[in-house]
């Protein structure tokens, strides 16, 4: 190599022809075609050969003399067939030099045809490979498999042409047909909303926005609401967390079934007959499916309470595909919006419900108590009763002092409930947040959960499913149990404590667990506890109710232990995605109400005062955030503050304030 000599060379992808000016150290200063002086390694360099030009060429003799050989050379690529090359090669498996190569099809090796077949063959993408200055054909499948794959690159490359016309269309209100892909095209985008950078396909749907200029943060998802795929409001977490949100047409099909026709009862022999008694449902307004239900007798030992609940288990078989869905779901979700049944609502809400004037299976709790609520005695049967009135806790609360029979059921639930909370218990008396949907609008509700009737209810509830558990652990029947280790400190016991103080209790805490051992239940005060009280809405509630039944029956249990830690996997974490749903949605909401005041001045409690930052809480709303509190500034846990609502995001869950 050396100053005079015509070079070929890539730059930026294009094929040049170049003329070397000058040797610099192991690089080469070249001029190209196009006038541009460049210096090159000698790598880059393909063909080489001495140009025909004289020492005292001028610029612009070079510059003619460069873009005639690079057409003459291009002409003579136009001529060669590699097809035809490949078809005398590929039969063989002969691997041939560029000069060879030449040789073959024109019948000579000057530069300019040596040239030309090398540049054809470094424009092929399917018929030869080169290495080590040889290049071979390829065998006739890999042949195919090049060119089919090719053929897919192509068509792949026309529908990004097409999707990003489409999205941008979209985007901007445009009514354009759906191309033929478009349900491919929505999953994508539906990924990318939900999962954002972790979504399987996000380099693709990155490229995609990225072709049709809708490089926004939230682009997929606010193409799909434009497209009516999503909602304003979509809850993303539900595909997040995967949350089952339809039922099979298997489990749709047993649940019509099981309303036309309940099957057999396997435990008739032991079923009692409990019509006769006075039964009263007390629930919530907006309840729509019932699994309990009170009665009360005067007996003379004292009162006999009666805790009825629904025998879903009589009537659901084990194994079953409604059955398995139920311990996928693990427990119906409430949320602000929609409800997510364990159940098909038309048995939930219907055929298991307990429902007035309709004769039902039950599970009976019945509980001899002495006029302060001390139990004497108690009993677990099978049962068949009849709501005889459904009421709400609003109107129990109204009645307590007029209906001496409802006043009698709270004095007892008090006796039982000051009995137990002296055995250790202690109660949490936070008020609970509720977002309301009217004709006017979003609004908020802060409903206290220590009424009178939502306390009689609880303790009642209470009392079932302690008496469950003790029952279970006596036989050494195998159960799961719910228990709740000591707090991480230790709690001061004391009335009317401060919003701030209830906080700092709920975060002492420890978490209620499942175990196959009876444990203590700390908050409860109770030595084992269990779950039997919502089989309609809870897995585990069904699970103990085939126990209970199993053995009351004279029977084997329904389960054994191995059996119930199966159960439990399946269970615990369902019922942790149900918590993190709920708290995350009603969090949503009430970020969206908050939306309608930003501007105004709020009080504000300081929860937490953080190297950082501050953890704060809109007090009317149980409302946490964090504020990043300027240095100068100090702030004590405890206090309240004012501060100004700046911003409110909800779906990227940010509030941002100021100090007012």
């Not at 000698?42 to 063909?47: C, F, Q, S, T, V």
């Not at 300019?112 to 065998?139: I, Q």
């Not at 269309?169 to 349900?183: I, L, M, N, Q, T």
């Not at 809708?214 to 999503?230: K, M, N």
Request: proline share 7%; with cysteine.
């Amino acid at each position: 190599m050396k100053p005079g000599f015509l070079v070929e060379f890539y730059d930026e992808k294009r094929l040049l022809c170049g003329l070397v000016l000058d040797l610099k150290g192991d690089r080469v200063q070249v001029i190209t075609q196009a006038g541009r002086e460049l210096t090159l390694a000698p790598k880059r360099l393909l063909h080489a050969c001495p140009a025909p030009l004289a020492a005292t060429a001028s610029r612009q003799q070079i510059l003619a003399h460069l873009e005639e050989t690079s057409r003459k050379r291009e002409a003579l690529k136009a001529a060669i067939n590699l097809e035809d090359l490949w078809d005398l090669l590929a039969a063989e498996n002969q691997a041939m030099t560029e000069e060879e190569m030449a040789d073959l099809w024109f019948g000579r090796t000057s530069p300019d045809e040596v040239a030309a077949v090398g540049r054809a063959l470094r424009e092929d993408k399917f018929l030869f490979k080169h290495k080590d200055n040889l290049w071979l054909p390829h065998p006739a499948e890999v042949v195919a498999d090049l060119q089919a794959q090719h053929q897919r690159d192509l068509e792949r490359r026309q529908e990004m042409e097409e999707a990003a016309v489409w999205l941008q269309a979209v985007w901007s209100g445009e009514a354009v047909p759906e191309p033929r892909f478009g349900s491919r095209l929505v999953e994508l985008l539906k990924q990318l909303a939900v999962f954002g950078s972790a979504a399987p396909d996000y380099e693709q749907g990155k490229a995609l926005l990225e072709k049709a200029r809708l490089t926004i943060p939230d682009a997929p998802f606010r193409l799909l609401v434009r497209l009516g795929v999503f909602d304003e409001d979509e809850d993303l977490d539900l595909y997040r967390l995967e949350a089952p949100r339809e039922f099979s047409p298997q489990a749709f099909n047993l649940s019509r079934a099981l309303r036309e026709s309940l099957p057999p009862d396997p435990y008739a022999a032991q079923r009692r007959d409990l019509t006769g008694l006075e039964c009263i449902t007390i629930d919530g307004e907006q309840t729509r499916d019932f699994d309990d239900a009170l009665s009360l007798e005067e007996v003379p030992e004292g009162w006999r309470l009666g805790i009825h609940i629904a025998d879903v288990a009589s009537t659901l078989a084990p194994g079953t595909p409604l059955d398995l869905e139920a311990r996928e779901r693990g427990t119906s979700i409430y949320l602000p919006e929609r409800r997510l049944p364990m159940l098909p609502e038309e048995i939930s809400e219907d055929t298991l419900s307990l429902l007035v004037h309709q004769a039902r299976r039950a599970l009976t709790f019945l509980v001899t108590l002495d006029p302060q609520g001390e139990i004497k005695d108690w009993e677990i049967t099978p049962s068949l009763i009849k709501v005889r009135q459904r009421l709400t806790y609003n109107q129990v609360d109204g009645l307590l002092s007029q209906d001496p029979h409802l006043a009698q059921i709270k004095h007892l639930s008090r006796g039982v409930k000051e009995r137990r909370l002296a055995q250790g218990g202690y109660e949490l008396h936070l008020p609970e947040v509720w977002v309301v949907f009217t004709p006017q609008g979003l609004q908020v509700k802060v409903e206290d959960q220590e009424t009178p009737s939502r306390q009689l209810v609880a303790e009642a509830m209470v009392l079932a499913n302690r008496l469950a558990a003790a029952h279970l652990a006596e036989g050494k029947t195998p159960a799961i149990y719910r228990s709740q280790p000591e707090p991480r400190e230790p709690m001061r016991r004391k009335e009317g404590k401060t919003l701030f103080e209830l906080w700092q209790d709920r975060r002492n805490l420890s978490r209620v667990v499942m175990d196959l051992t009876p444990q203590p239940h700390w908050g409860l005060g109770l030595n084992c506890y269990t779950m039997v009280t919502s089989p309609i809405r809870r897995y585990l509630d069904l699970v103990i109710h085939r126990q209970l039944l199993a053995v009351l029956a004279g029977g084997p249990p329904a389960y054994q232990r191995e059996d119930l830690e199966e159960i439990i996997n399946v269970i615990d974490p369902a019922m942790r995605r149900a918590g993190i749903l709920k708290t995350r949605r009603l969090r949503y909401w009430l970020l969206k109400y908050l939306m309608g005041k930003v501007g105004q001045k709020m009080p504000a409690l300081v929860l937490e005062a953080l190297p950082h930052r501050c953890r704060l809480m809109f007090p009317e709303l149980l409302l946490e955030f964090f504020f990043p509190a300027p240095a100068t500034v100090k702030l004590t846990p405890g206090d309240t503050i004012q501060v100004r609502l700046d911003r409110v995001s909800p779906r990227e869950d940010q509030i941002k304030v100021s100090l007012a």
